[in-house]
Structure formats: structure tokens, C-alpha cells
């Protein structure tokens, strides 16, 4: 059945929805799993890369109206495919993939178990629509995180009556991404030679707080994927690299209450180690949020190391980079981890849109160094990592990580 509007307008009394969701329970998002073993990832051996074309979201079909271009992770393949990067393996479906059955074997699919093991069990009641407001529950909290109401109940950057596809599609959309992250890791691990690398043309939901989506992230895959891995003893050590714009305060956030719970190490805590560097204001470190955070929670939360960029100080960003990576190291004990998972957002770029992301702006060579910059760390010091494209806005969000990646080709040397 086509539903032609999916919504009610959501008029503004008093924060509440005056009417709701229409058809909710028809077009609700069913309690069902993905599952790895029909994964449609399409997989590039070398340099390795994930790309999921069923993954790029319009954000319009949603009545979204924010810069964020679908055709980012496309022009990344077309970029790479004309430079000659992608011509050594032809697009299969993941699994029907030499590589990634040889790399695999068997995949393990994602768990319900695997979410809560890292945000509170009540939130993700909540996005199964199990919880006590059923799909509403579930709208709320995509309206939430994709800041679509603002504080007087009204749409902000949101048209329903524009959509063409239900909103509450946006989880199994972000389920799928969680997934893929997890792939990355995977491959990144598995790979040879090593150390091996993988790139990952989806996913950095690094706002996603334990109990609650913010800044466009709904769930933490970074997280998720990190402490699955744990969960599984693939690896016991990992570390969070986070260049995107914005300070990754949710990946910050639930590394600090799972140390708290102790599931982090004992008595070090330093199974999972995060950087981030970020611009040093702007979102979310003063974000007048829908639902500013209270002291004690993200974006307040301190990681292990943090970076802070002020505006025009980008000349400093290479070394500081560097810096931060060694306190990394120092702060981890020199005990270097068993993979890294960078969060290579291109925000920092001084061509994206996102008027939040404007006070940090890297020139496309200063995007490449920085990629680079980690990309031979990781190499030399024989870490394997799982790339993630996280933050980028507007119609050239796609050039820093495409031209980071063509200089991959040939196995990275430069
Ligand atoms: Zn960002």
C-alpha cells in the first residue's frame, strides 16, 4: 500500500504533537533484525572499501531539509572508478564477494543485544516501538535527533508534507549502518596484508548518547561495533580516532559510563580509548540543543584526548594532530591497540555547508595531510583500522575523503 502523506502536521501546543502520526501502525518499523548474511555492500579489495548504495539517504524523501548530499558516497566510487583506484575488482554483492567470504567466513549477525550492550535497554525498547508510547516513541526520538521540532513544538527544517517515505525507515536505515561499521571492523581486522585497512562509505554516529539520538546520530555504531568486537574476543584494545568537526561527546559519553560499569577493562578502563579533535566552539560544546544536556553528560564529557581548533588556527591542526596522537599512546600506556576505528568526517573542510561545522576550515590538501598523517601512523606503528565517512555537508562533502582515497592506490605509498 502507498501512503501518500505519512503525517499530520505537527502543530505546536505546548512541545506535544496536536495530532499524530497517521497510518503509524502500518508503516511502523517491524521488531525484525537485519541480518549480515543479506548484506548488499558492494566491496573494493584494494584499497578496501564498503559501499552500500542502498544506504544513501535522500533526507528529503523524509521531509529533511538538511545539506547533507546523497550523493556524497556515490561521487566517492565515480571519483575513484575514473581514477583507476576501483579497477581491479568489479561491484559484486558483499557476500557474493571472493574477498569478503575469504576474509568472513561466516558473518555474525547483529544483535538487539548488541545495542543495549552499549545504551541504556529502555532507549532501545523505545526504537523497537515497544515501549510504552509504541511508534510514537520511536518518532519522537528521530524527531529529536534530527532536531525537526523546535523548542515551541514547531517543524524546524522539516516539511512532512514533502516526504515520500516514512520517517520511522530512518532506524532501519541507521541499523543498517551500525551493521556496516561492524563489517569494516571485520575486514579491517581480517585482511591481509596487515595491517589491514578498511574504508567505509557510511556510518560515524558519534553524537548518539546512551540514552537519547542528538546531532543527526540515533545510535552509537562506533560504539556498538567496538564493544561487539570485544564482546566476541576478536580484540581486546581499540581506539577511537574521531577528525570530524564536531567533538565525538557520544562516543565520549558511553566510553565513560562503560568504564564506569567496569566493562571497559577493569581497573585501567582502557580497553576503549578515544580521540577527538574538534573545532573548540560552536556544536556541541554550546549547542542550544532541543534537549540541552545536563552537566555530567555529553557534550561535557571529557574523552582520554581532546583537540580543540579555534577558528583561523588550522595552520596548527597538522601538529596538533600529531600531539594528540601521542598523548594517545601515552595515555593508553604504550600498549597499542588491536584495531583503530577513525571517524573521517569531512566537515573540517572549508567548502562544507553546515553552518555549524564553519569554524573549522581545512583546506582539501590540509583534509589529505590530515588523513594521511593518520593513515601512515597506523601503518608504520602496524595498527589495523576501519574507516568511517561520519559528518560532511553540501555538494563537495564527497572531495576529502575521495582524494584522500586515490592516494591509497598502489598500496599508499607516497
Ligand atoms: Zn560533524
Known sequence: MRLKKFYGRSKNTNGEFSRTLMHQARIGVSASYPSLSSYKAYIYNDPMILYDPDLI???????????ISPARAPRIIDFLDHSGVLASEPLKPLFDSPTARRFLGDPTPLH???LERVHQKEFITTLYQEGPEGSQGLLKALLNTYELIDRRGRPHRY????????LLELFHLTLAQVEGTYLACRLALEKDPKPGFCYYLGGG???ARYDQGAGFCLINDIMIAARKLQYENRVQRIWVVDLDAHKGCGTAELVYFSRIRGDLGGNTGLEIANLSIHMAKGWPLDGETLHAAPQGRAPWIQGDVEICIEAGA????ISELQRGLALLEKGSQNLHPDLVIVVDGSDPYEHDELPSSSLLKLSLDGCIERDRLVYQYLREQGIPSAWIIAGGYG????EPNAYFLRTLQGGGQR
Open 314 to 317: 588550522e595552520d596548527t591542526y
Open 205 to 207: 554516529m558519534h553524537h
Open 112 to 114: 538487539r543485544e548488541d
Open 395 to 398: 555538494e563537495r562533502a564527497w
Open 159 to 166: 516539511e512532512p508534507d514533502r516526504a515520500v517515505k516514512p
Open 57 to 67: 539517504q535522500a533526507y528529503t524523501d523524509y521531509g529533511i531539509m538538511l545539506p
